[in-house]
Structure formats: C-alpha cells, structure tokens
C-alpha cells in the first residue's frame, strides 16, 4: 500500500511539473493580468518582513519553486533597499521550461532543477528559504517542510507566500472564491491557451489547507511562526517562520 502510494504522489507531481512545462511562456503575463499586479505588493512586503528577522552580514537565499525568478528579483531589489549584502541566492524549480524563463530573465542567476522535497543543498546552509505559491503544487509537503528545516541555519527563516484556504467565510472571500473559481479559468486559460492547467491552479488553491493548519504544521517541523498576514479576504497569506 505504502509502495502505491508513492507512485501515485510521484505520477501526480510530475503532471503537475509537466502542466508547469506547459504553460510556463505565457505564465507571467497571466500571473499579472489574474492578479491585477497585486501579488507584486505581496512579495515585497514578505522580502522585507524576512530581512529585518536576519541577523547576518552575508545572506544565502534558496527561493525553492521559484518558477520564472520573480521572487529571486524581489529578494535582489529588497536587498538593495535594505542595504542587506545578499551572498547567493538559488533558484530551485523542477519545471526545466520554468527555470529556462528565470535563466533569460536572471542571466546572472543560480539554479537548480529539483523538487522541493528533495532540495540539492547543504545542510544548515541558507539564511532564508523561501517559496511563493508554490507550496500548494508540492504533492509531498510534509517532506519539503523537512527538507525547508534541514538547509536552514538555526534562527534562519522560511518564508511562504500561498493561497490558503479562507478559515472563515463571510461576503468578501465568497466574492474572491467565485473570481479564483470562474473567472481565473477564463483569463488564464485565454492567454495560455490551456484551459486545463487554469482549472488546475483554482482547485488547487480550494484543496489547499488554511493558514492555521500551514502555521501547525510548520510548528511540528521545528519552524515557529513569528509574522503572518492575510490578504485579499484570507485568499492569499505570508507566513514567516523561523528554526
């Protein structure tokens, strides 16, 4: 049983990965167009939130599913704005058309194809890790939160930005829900012309658990929640999390 659960999580992560393959030139023109750019606002906030909880001179960055390299740039430009000297930061994604965008994209960049619950790096090596909507794609999660804790330095911290599961419902998250629903399809499926991957992505962000349940697992892992936030009526959540 144990044998045949395995196989499926691996045949399920790669049709993930090969959705990701799919769709991965026209992602960031959709990325911004469903998310109006606000999802821009997001990850600077998370990168600067990250920043004032480090205390080293010389930091190392692993953005774990880091996909085309937009949270890699957030973290170069955050960087620079918090006169924080960045040493490496590490792009680590298993779509190989994803991480070909984030090489044009970053030329300078560091990367590495590889999934999130089998991370090629070195033990108590990165100052933060972080991965930005890319936790709900990762079908064994508990294993990535293992391998998260393991390359983090001690007092290092995880950073996630998600879609989570709203924990309460009232008008304005029913009114996010219909839009994640039945009009995020439409756009994303328009301007990728996969239909099939923009279903996936909404009723990944419905499978997904809530932010509460995210903070206890990430607990029983040895990461301790020190910031989290919510937004755009709990549809979206910053977690930073510290060993």
Request: aromatic content about 8%; overall charge neutral; some cysteine.
């Amino acid at each position: 049983m144990a044998n045949n659960q395995i196989t499926d999580d691996e045949t399920r992560q790669e049709e993930i990965i090969n959705m990701f393959n799919n769709i991965a030139t026209t992602y960031d023109t959709a990325n911004r167009v469903i998310s109006m750019g606000v999802d821009v606002t997001w990850r600077k906030e998370a990168c600067k939130e990250a920043f004032k909880n480090v205390k080293s001179k010389q930091i190392n960055i692993a953005d774990i599913a880091c996909g085309t390299g937009d949270m890699m740039l957030h973290w170069e430009n955050e960087g620079k704005e918090s006169n924080r000297e960045i040493k490496s930061i590490i792009g680590v994604d298993p779509s190989e058309c994803m991480l070909n965008v984030a090489m044009e994209k970053i030329p300078h960049g560091i990367f590495k194809i590889a999934q999130a619950s089998k991370i090629p790096l070195e033990s108590c090596s990165q100052d933060i890790v972080s991965i930005a909507y890319g936790l709900r794609n990762v079908v064994q999660r508990k294993d990535a939160l293992k391998e998260f804790y393991r390359i983090l330095r001690p007092n290092g911290v995880l950073v996630i930005l998600e879609f989570t599961a709203p924990s309460t419902n009232n008008l304005l998250s029913s009114l996010m829900q219909f839009y994640t629903k039945a009009i995020l399809p439409i756009i994303g499926g328009a301007i990728s012309r996969n239909f099939k991957a923009y279903k996936y992505l909404p009723n990944s962000i419905n499978n997904f658990i809530t932010r509460e349940s995210l903070e206890a697992e990430l607990l029983l892992h040895g990461m301790k929640t020190i910031f989290s936030k919510n937004y755009s009526a709990n549809v979206s959540s910053l977690i930073i999390a510290q060993k």
